[in-house]
């Protein structure tokens, strides 16, 4: 069964600085996808970035960039430039393609609550 | 385009009632995916709708049910709702058989049992 970790409960980071939520995974899959989600408090997951894993380049989308290292098994977010606006909860998720019955299932860490500060 | 829509938003109910949850997928996406998510138990897999069938279950009791239309629009049922049953129920949709395609979360329907 795959397994995601996220190790930091809370972070803090002030303003217009980066900060690295960090997000480890276990699989015996050779093909995967991992994928980081912003969760405000409203509750809606937000799809920030996707990483796949024979992606050899890592992925960025903005101001978000993935740091994948596929051999530590580790897919760190790396947020540049802080804003207030980033302050939520933030999910790492691995993708599970499910041989019966097809389709795939998204399996997520336990979170890091991110605090923008002045 | 329009994103995942869910309705309710929010619902209280009692102990042993049922309830049902409605989700929109975006347009042009027909797979329909329900997570629960709890303060205690974190987000976890309920099950995937694909073509109005129902491809797999997470592990949750018989009582967590659900069907998709030929809409792609899907609903979850909960019967004899337990007080472990409230949580905020989130639907995601995706378009299929594309590499990387991302899971498109509603804004969910929080579910508070008495």
């Known amino acids: 069964a795959q397994k995601i970790t996220q190790t930091q409960p809370g972070m803090f980071v002030q303003e217009k600085e980066a900060v690295t939520l960090d997000c480890t995974y276990d699989t015996s899959d050779q093909s995967y996808g991992l994928f980081w989600y912003k969760q405000p408090s409203s509750g809606e997951m937000i799809f920030l970035i996707y990483?796949?894993?024979?992606?050899?380049q890592n992925a960025t989308e903005g101001r978000y960039s993935l740091n994948f290292q596929k051999a530590r098994k580790s897919a760190n977010l790396v947020i540049s430039a802080s804003q207030l606006g980033d302050s939520a909860m933030y999910f790492c998720a691995m993708r599970e393609w499910l041989l019966t019955g097809g389709g795939n299932k998204l399996t997520f860490g336990t979170g890091t609550q991110l605090k923008v500060e002045l | 385009k329009a994103g995942v829509t869910q309705t309710p938003r929010y619902l209280i109910k009692t102990r042993g009632q049922q309830v049902t949850l409605s989700c929109s997928p975006i347009?042009?996406?027909?797979?329909v995916s329900w997570y629960q998510q709890t303060p205690g138990q974190g987000l976890q897999f309920l099950f995937e709708?694909?073509?109005?069938?129902?491809?797999n279950k997470g592990n949750f009791p018989g009582r967590f049910s659900g069907r998709q239309f030929s809409n792609s629009r899907s609903e979850m049922n909960v019967s004899t709702l337990e007080l472990g049953d409230s949580a905020l129920y989130l639907c995601?949709?995706?378009?299929?058989?594309?590499?990387?395609?991302?899971?498109?979360f509603g804004p969910g329907t929080r579910l508070t049992v008495l």
């Open positions: 995601a949709s995706r378009v299929t058989g594309v590499p990387g395609n991302e899971q498109f």
């Open positions: 709708y694909f073509s109005e069938t129902q491809r």
């Open positions: 990483q796949g894993s024979y992606d050899e």
């Open positions: 347009s042009g996406h027909r797979s």
